[in-house]
């Protein structure tokens, strides 16, 4: 092998390697970065935060000038409920219900009072939720209740309250470690509760409570008060199904942005990725041509060697080979350095993002290597094939 | 292997003469033993090269058949050839085909290790008996044409082979070379008992011959 590569290495030109080696490095990092950039990203936008599905769209009837002025209701009858169920796009139709009475609430951490506020509670039914029965059941009169917070209010307290306090922020694993303490206010009485709060929910924008807890308080501290829902919950066959909105749009209803927002953001991400690949693997492509180029104009310039090693019997693929491990062997060395090029570029875009979403956390570096990895292979197999068809050409003199 | 056979083995550039060519190979049936020795005599334009070319499946713009063991050529694949080039046919070229950017030693030894039939020790020799001993570790390319024709001796040798095929060998030798070169040659003959293929426009390689044939 080292008399034939010494034979062969002749006129393997460096500026043509190095001009590959560069051009296939940018082609495949910016590939990889694509696939990485977009799997770090998606997540947020397609958000599945534990509790709520994607599938899940809450409908409430639309506030108009009219509707305030004139009083009209903005609860939903039985018949409302009955006929968005027996839609075809529709699997569950569940009721939110709300807290009747006056709730106060304070929120610290490491008992250390954050903020205090007036809120109110509103349940679901608990097939609705997607959390562990255990987590999410209430006794009668229990004083420790579940809730599940919305994401805003830990953003509100991450990026308003912790940072100009200098106190520690909280993640979503920290959840249960929050204190809160809940004051219902009924007629003549106050009564205390310990909320555990189990998580937070960037689908459903208000605070969550069991069904059960608010059947309950709502019958022991306010009973026999109207409590019709303003807002439901449904659960779809396909959130995309273009039956939906015209159903609202027909009822004069309307689904909370949120979802669809995200939605459009996630499709922006998608496009925006997948260009952002498009122009790496057209670079790739560019890189691999001029590898090609180079390799032929050397098997070229090295016809009558490889066509006397032939003669004097060397196989086809014992001639190829030193151009062949070659190829390969700068073909692996882009890959090792796209991938170490790829980690700093990293960090700081997430670095950057987590001021922002400070649960984002970052997808796995699989996909990114995988796309890497099949680039390299593509390009070494089709090397490979290259250089070996060349040199048998050779053959026939 | 045994014998290399050819049935009315014609070059294409030969058809127009069919009628009018006089030659001893083309369109005849000629068969090449192991352990014989031939001469082919020919003419400049007679199609010697064509001839070698053709035994070593470097070309195959012919009519008629060639055989090894009686089998045909024609559908030989590469490995086949590869095979026959390593182990079987031994070719001096005409034009040498040395590596100019290897050293002597070198050009030999790239031949030799495809199967280790000769020694270093046994590679020095040849050169120090072929007068070129001092030129082991030169560049070919800085090398007389026939210094170079010595050192591509010792490489169509350095393989085993069931016949060897000389192409005009020492047409830039001295006699005593050429002689030194004839010794070498009888004695790999009498070890492998391989045939001798040499061919000649007018300076013969000087070993006894079994057959002469014009082209």
Redesign the interface.
Known sequence: MRLLWKLLRQHVSTAQLAGFFLANLAGMWIVMLGVQFYGDLAPMFSRDDGFFGANYIVVSKRISTISTLSGSSQAFSDDDVDELAAQPFARGVGRFTSSQYKVTASMGIKGCAAFGSELFFEAVPDSFVEVSPQDWQYADGERTVPVILPRTYLALYNFGFAQSRGLPKISDAMASRIDMRILVHATGRTETFTGHVIGFSSRLNTILVPQRFIDWSNAAFEPGKDDSPTRLIVRVYNPADERIPAYMDARGYETEQGAMDAGKAAYFLRIVATMVTGIGLLVCLLSFYILMLSVYLLVQKNTRKLQNLLLIGYSTSRVSLPYQLLTTGVNLTVFVLATLLLQPLRAWYLGTIALVFPHVQGASPLPALTAGLVLLLLATLLNTLAIRRKVEALKRG | MQTISTESLLPHVFRERRDTLQSDVWLRDVTFERGHSYLVEAMSGTGKSSLC?YL?G???DFEGRLLFDGEDSTRFP??RW?EL???AVS?L?QEL???P??TAF?NV???N??TRHKSAAWIESAFERLGIAEKLHTKVGLMSFGQQQRVAFV?ALA?PADFILLDEPVSHLDDINSRIMAAILEEERRASGAAVIVTSIGKHLPISYDRTLHL
Do not use: S
């Open positions: 070319a070593i470097y070309r195959h590469d490995a590869t080039r390593r182990c070719y070229f085909r040395l590596f950017e290897l070198e030894e790239i031949k290790r495809l490489r393989q």
